[in-house]
């Protein structure tokens, strides 16, 4: 795990409503998460579970409907759409799925990571010298001029995730970046990424259904239902500092609500009401008495 560090991300009884001709689609139901600096987050979750939607407010592409959501010093809630536009382009990179969505094909490799520092008004030295040192830190050296269709999959993957990281953005966010890749090269995304995370000390969100992402984040939060149903988190032991345990915890939001995983809910037969008891060793969950 990461230090002791500020909180980047706060969000709370954060909601996302969809209007519909006539319909309201709630799609983030009173969700809380915090995420540290320089963390790793994966968040895992079946279609419709409200991921996608949480990275899409945290990038600025989309606005929340209800709540509170701060990156750093902005709120998101109450921008406004120039400031969320320079929030965009300083602040925060994306990665998206389709690597032909992330990098413009005409443009070299070295010439895509500096596009943002472009925009920013950089200077043609100070452009240069920022992509060598992210192709670099990314194993991409030698592929700095080849276009995006002379590079493999995964290789364009960490072309993209350098262009996000080219203005030099306190958070990374990636949605389903290995959704397009095979296991083995999933991995390797996946692992530059925990690279990225420590060497730069970015902070890195991963929206993904790729379980494997445990394997390299400090912490997993799993939603369902527009809310974040259990976390899990990597520990070094007291043994060993490189020795890490992997632990899930189930989470209780600030206004007590509990979600129970779906395969606890199946086992204990529960659905409607249930008895809460506190003891003294933990809570304990039981289905009503039924009636004989």
């Known amino acids: 795990m990461n230090g002791d560090k500020g909180i980047l ?45 949480l990275l899409n407010i945290l990038a600025g592409l989309d606005t929340p409907s209800a709540g509170q959501v701060r990156v750093g010093e902005r ?17 925060v ?25 472009a925009l920013l008004g ?14 670099g830190i ?7 001029h080849r276009l995006p269709n002379q590079l493999s999959g995964g290789e364009q993957q ?21 959704g397009e890749l095979d296991t083995r090269t999933a ?20 929206v993904t259904h790729y379980e494997g992402v445990s394997r390299y984040a400090d912490r997993v939060v799993h939603m369902r239902d527009g809310r974040v149903e259990s976390e899990t988190v990597v520990e070094a032991t007291y043994r060993r500092p490189d020795e890490l345990t992997r632990e899930e915890y189930l989470v209780v939001d ?15 037969g529960l659905e409607g009401r249930a008895h809460v008891e506190v003891q003294d060793d933990g809570i304990l969950i039981t289905p009503p008495r039924r009636k004989e």
Not at 122 to 135: C, N, V, W
Not at 189 to 206: I, S
């Open 254 to 268: 600030r206004g007590g609500r509990l979600q129970l995983p779906q395969e606890s809910l199946d086992k204990l």
């Open 158 to 178: 960490r072309v993209a995730i350098a262009t996000a990281l080219g203005n030099n953005p306190p958070l990374l966010l990636a949605d389903e970046p290995t």
């Open 93 to 117: 990179g994306f990665v998206w799925q389709s690597p032909s969505r992330n990098l413009l094909g005409y443009l070299t490799a070295q010439e895509n990571v500096e596009m943002p520092l």
């Open 138 to 144: 990314l194993g991409l050296q030698d592929k700095a």
């Open 75 to 91: 709120d998101l809630l109450d921008m406004k759409e120039g400031e969320r536009v320079q929030y965009r382009r300083r602040e």
């Open 9 to 53: 991300i706060h969000c709370q009884d954060l909601f996302k409503i969809y209007k519909q001709a006539e319909l309201e689609v709630v799609v983030l139901r009173g969700l809380d998460l915090e995420v540290r600096a320089g963390e790793f987050l994966g968040i895992v979750g079946a279609s419709g579970s409200g991921k996608t939607t």
């Open 122 to 135: 950089a200077s043609a030295g100070e452009r240069k010298r920022r992509a060598r040192e992210l192709l």
């Open 187 to 206: 991995d390797e995304v996946l692992g530059w990424l925990q690279k990225l995370c420590k060497t730069l000390d970015v902070t890195v969100v991963v």
